[in-house]
């Protein structure tokens, strides 16, 4: 039987610390295929490149690993590499990070890296996004590659049942003060106070955006409160959005708009 | 009673048809300020600019309407509408659009119309997003028009139930073509096929973004059954990501690995 084939993506690029500690691990597991941007594109949500061309540039970056550059988003290289660089071949695993900084809560939906790893998921790939809570560039990444290693080889093992997209965030702990993982849901978040005002040396305003991320209720199953515990979060994820609770109640305004159009 | 405050945003821009149609018709329902990016911005998702401050001009184009242009994403305009152009107002309605494509189905997750309507609810701020089936410039939005029209007219006298976000696409069909309004889910589909190469005067290959939509399941509540059927699409939305029938399942994952950690 052959190695199973593991892309690896990520939002910052190919010389973030965190991709590198990501690969080291997924080695173990298969082959491994990176695909990343050129640049770093924090915060670039599920953005896609329509109104220019793409280019890929294959770079010798990592020992052993075949890996790609890519001009545009993460979103982008998860397609280029499904459609271009791994085409006609089956794709095992999608790993995307590890990001520096928190996808938990709110975060996800700006995140370049989960929506790589969610990208991989509507394309039927299993799909695991993976932050440390470390924003540093020095972060140590021992707790992120233990706990890495663990899902991915329970993955491998087991799958994730009806799940396709795990989103994972490490605490900023030594690895002997975290408590364990804990399965969670978005804890529902929202940032405040985004922008800081200031004067252009032409005396022109300009926003630079900032915030304060404000947790709405205080849930013992959500990502937040795992994380603030000391537990690595794993929150099984989604790309159908259809709030299914209010589908019937919205039913009434079916009946209104049919009743008299 | 004051007049309620409508933000109308969208992705394509202030010189959109859609935009203009929509404000049209905001503009029968309370005082209309529009908040829209000052260059296209189709397929941006979710992104948001972390990376470099954000412009704001006030711009002349629409009668009677204050206007305001804004050198972001479509989720940057919503976010600078609530924290400075809105600052302590409470903003009733968010509508975004009218765009001119679809963005049913996964569209949703790769749309800059949709994704501004996402941020304004996760601010709290009920919102609609509308997309018209007919991708042209000269498109007609007398339907488009009527049905934005019936759908604010019931928003403001019943709320949306639990959900605080719409997706509505209507059919390229004159009106009396169309057949009313159907509440659904977000259909399962994907793209493929996704890229053009070519080769740049150097000889280089270059990728350019296209594809082809394919539907996974034929389901009759979905919205794609309901478009292909003459009906406008309306699914309640969500940016509560997490795939809560899968945590069940997972929580052998939990037990795997906090039993030998």
């Not at 295929?33 to 640049?39: E, G, I, Q």
């Not at 280029?80 to 996808?103: P, Q, W």
């Not at 700006?110 to 790893?117: C, L, V």
């Not at 799940?163 to 364990?180: E, F, H, M, R, Y």
């Amino acid at each position: 039987m052959s190695k199973p084939l593991i892309l690896v993506t990520n939002d910052d690029g190919m010389f973030a610390p965190g991709i590198k500690a990501l690969i080291e691990v997924a080695k173990e597991f298969g082959e491994v295929v990176v695909v990343a941007p050129d640049s770093p594109q924090s915060g670039q949500g599920h953005a896609i490149t329509i109104s220019k061309p793409l280019r890929i540039n294959k770079v010798d970056v990592f020992d052993d690993v075949v890996a790609y550059e890519c001009s545009g988003t993460p979103v982008d290289c998860v397609k280029l590499a499904k459609s271009i660089i791994l085409k006609d071949r089956n794709i095992d695993l999608c790993l995307s990070g590890i990001n520096h900084g928190s996808n938990a809560s709110i975060n996800i939906i700006y995140s370049g890296t989960m929506s790589a790893a969610m990208e991989a998921s509507v394309e039927g790939i299993p799909s695991i996004g993976l932050s440390s809570m470390d924003y540093s560039f020095e972060a140590d990444f021992t707790a992120p590659k233990f706990f890495a290693r663990k899902i991915i080889k329970y993955a491998f093992e087991n799958g994730f049942g009806e799940a396709s997209l795990l989103n994972v965030n490490i605490p900023a702990l030594p690895i002997d003060k975290i408590q364990g993982i804990k399965i969670c849901h978005q804890a529902d978040g929202n940032w405040t106070q985004e922008f800081i005002e200031s004067k252009d040396p032409r005396g022109e305003s300009y926003y630079w955006m900032t915030g304060e991320f404000k947790l709405e209720t205080h849930d013992e199953d959500s990502d937040i409160f795992a994380l603030k515990n000391g537990y690595v979060s794993v929150v099984p994820s989604m790309h159908d959005l259809t709030h299914y609770e209010a589908i019937d109640d919205l039913k009434k305004l079916e009946k209104s708009i049919n009743g008299i159009s």
